[in-house]
């Protein structure tokens, strides 16, 4: 098993910036593919960046390309979503997600990956 915790999450104003973690232990293993997907009320969960894990390659949505950041601490185990010029279209619940062979798949779909943390709200105020 491999649990993921996310922290970071806030209120901040639009423009600003915010720096989520998400924090694996358990079985997390070197080779997973990690990503960040979200979800505001009443919509679907919808991908947001990925990251695998052991070498540089790195996939975003379209709807935060060039704002954020994905990166990884391999010594902390963890994973990092820098989101900068946040906008009120960004609020959401922040949810980290690892999978060994999502990278294999498609790591832009939530069914490529087995492992989810609880979530973390990001609200973007106007």
């Known amino acids: 098993q491999v649990q993921l915790v996310e922290s970071g999450g806030g209120l901040v104003q639009a423009g600003g910036s915010l720096r989520l973690s998400c924090a694996a232990s358990g079985r997390a293993s070197s080779s997973y593919a990690a990503a960040w997907f979200r979800q505001a009320p009443g919509k679907e969960r919808e991908f947001v960046a990925a990251?695998?894990?052991?070498?540089?390659?790195?996939r975003y949505a379209d709807s935060v390309k060039g704002r954020s950041t994905i990166s990884r601490d391999s010594a902390k185990n963890t994973v990092y979503l820098q989101m900068n010029s946040l906008k009120p279209d960004d609020t959401a619940v922040y949810y980290c997600a690892a999978d060994p062979t999502a990278w294999d798949r498609d790591p832009s779909l939530p069914e490529a990956y087995e492992y989810w943390g609880q979530g973390t709200q990001v609200t973007v105020s106007s």
């Open positions: 990251k695998s894990w052991t070498t540089i390659r790195t």
